[in-house]
């Protein structure tokens, strides 16, 4: 319950305001004079202020620049009978959170109580997220949540061993930041970190990626090639969607990851590498070893360690702080801007379901730096950089559709939700045939049909 302090010469207005804020479910003092103010300050913790400017004794004013002095984290709302603008910039200057004429809107002094102190708690989240970057000095793992606390925690208990790892998690979530997080507070750190998205490697050229090839080993192979595992070594490989592989690459992969040894496609001679390997996947692994698609003995082979990575949905609480460490990143056009986040605004981004989770989030804060002009961003701006959807907007599209006949209106169906789905993906073709349940050839093609652009 937090506290509010009411400083005013007239007993109406404390009692007044003391009778709505309570109604609020705060916690209310208050004190006829600046002196007994004071005085409330050095005995009680005190969360925010309403602090009139004409008082006898001691002035608002005075009193004012002795709490920024002395208690510079408590938000202090001024209010005057005789407002004038000049006043009212002063108090500004000096560090008062706002200013407020009477005769009082109740509403709009709730509403300024209640804004202030949910800034004072995102500078708290502040001040905590700045104390975790120093105690993780190279960790990107932001957040203050108990999953992401409990996933720093493993890291630093898993990192210098080798132990294999499997990073479970939707798309993302931050599965290769996880990895590349192990792989810097590993005794490996100083040896490369080689990432291979298998999903994105045709299963024709899966092998000679990941082993590489001698010359002449098939046509147009003119030269030797050192595959991903030899590139690897003496440091990390992750092999992200590793259940996106064939079976028969999974096969050979088994076989190095229980030796250690590698043989170039086209090759005789079995090559040592000393590997650390940690790998990641958005399936459901038990379906797909039920299914026949991803073998159970290189799923124990990887899953020595396993590691889940949350949905941003089950750490909401970390949203304010990822927003605020991105917004302080320079954006596409280089230039970081100070921007601040409205709390209504700030509560629609919080609940909003995040189905691309901190990929998307990411880029909801590039849009933000980019797109906003002023120094606030407003649940209006919120609104329309995620661009919802209503149903009226369903509604209109399926009154559009109903007037064609079937194969054109189910092509008009395919081309819109296949590019929503590439929007969310960022335009990568394989990650949307994966969200879509479709081969990357078989998305190309549908691509083609419905004359989609894919480039930026």
């Known amino acids: 319950m937090a506290t509010v302090l009411i400083v005013d010469d007239e007993r109406g207005i404390r009692e007044t305001l003391g009778d709505i804020l309570e109604d609020e479910g705060y916690q209310v003092l208050s004190a006829a004079d600046g002196l007994l103010a004071m005085g409330i300050l050095e005995r009680e913790p005190v969360d925010c202020i309403l602090l009139d400017v004409w008082l006898p004794?001691?002035?608002?004013?005075?009193?004012?620049?002795?709490?920024?002095?002395?208690?510079?984290r408590v938000p202090v709302i001024l209010i005057s009978g005789h407002g004038t603008i000049d006043i009212a910039v002063k108090a500004v200057k000096d560090g008062a959170f706002d200013f407020l004429e009477k005769p009082l809107s109740l509403d709009r002094v709730t509403s300024l109580v209640r804004h202030a102190l949910e800034l004072e708690t995102l500078r708290r989240e502040n001040e905590t997220l700045r104390a975790q970057v120093r105690e993780y000095p190279s960790s990107r793992l932001t957040g203050?949540?108990?999953?992401?606390?409990?996933?720093?925690?493993l890291v630093k208990q898993?990192?210098?061993?080798?132990?294999?790892?499997?990073?479970?998690?939707?798309?993302?979530t931050g599965k290769e930041l996880v990895a590349r997080e192990i792989h810097q507070h590993s005794n490996r750190r100083n040896g490369p970190f080689?990432?291979?998205?298998?999903?994105a490697i045709p299963e024709t050229l899966i092998e000679t990626e990941l082993f590489g090839h001698v010359r002449g080993a098939f046509t147009g192979a003119d030269s030797g090639r050192v595959g991903r595992f030899e590139q690897a070594h003496q440091g990390t490989l992750f092999l992200d969607e590793v259940a996106d592989m064939s079976l028969g690459a999974q096969a050979k992969v088994l076989r190095v990851v229980q030796e250690m040894k590698i043989q170039r496609v086209g090759g005789e001679e079995e090559i040592s590498v000393n590997v650390r390997i940690l790998a990641a996947t958005n399936k459901n692994v038990a379906e797909e070893i039920r299914s026949g698609r991803f073998r159970e003995d290189l799923y124990f082979r990887l899953n020595v360690v396993p590691l889940r990575m949350p949905a941003?949905?089950?750490?909401?609480e970390d949203i304010p702080l990822l927003l605020q460490e991105m917004l302080q990143q320079p954006?596409?056009?280089?230039?970081?801007?100070e921007i601040r986040i409205d709390p209504e605004a700030l509560e629609k981004v919080v609940q909003y379901p995040w189905p691309g989770n901190v990929r998307e989030l990411k880029n909801f804060a590039e849009r933000v730096s980019i797109m906003v002009a002023g120094d606030t961003v407003t649940a209006e701006d919120v609104d329309r950089l995620l661009m919802r959807r209503s149903g009226a907007v369903r509604r209109d599209l399926l009154g559009d559709l109903v007037h064609l006949d079937l194969n054109s209106a189910r092509d008009q169906f395919e081309r819109l939700y296949l590019l929503e789905k590439l929007r969310e993906n960022d335009f990568n073709v394989?990650?949307?045939a994966r969200s879509v349940g479709l081969y990357p050839s078989s998305l190309h093609a549908k691509i083609r049909k419905l004359g989609i652009e894919v480039g930026r």
């Open 430 to 432: 394989s990650r949307t």
């Open 312 to 316: 941003l949905q089950e750490r909401q």
């Open 57 to 72: 004794g001691k002035g608002g004013l005075e009193v004012l620049q002795e709490v920024r002095s002395g208690y510079p």
């Open 194 to 199: 080689v990432a291979v998205n298998c999903a």
């Open 331 to 337: 954006n596409s056009t280089g230039t970081p801007r």
């Open 158 to 172: 898993i990192a210098d061993s080798d132990a294999r790892v499997l990073i479970t998690g939707d798309n993302g």
């Open 144 to 153: 203050t949540s108990s999953v992401i606390t409990g996933i720093r925690k």
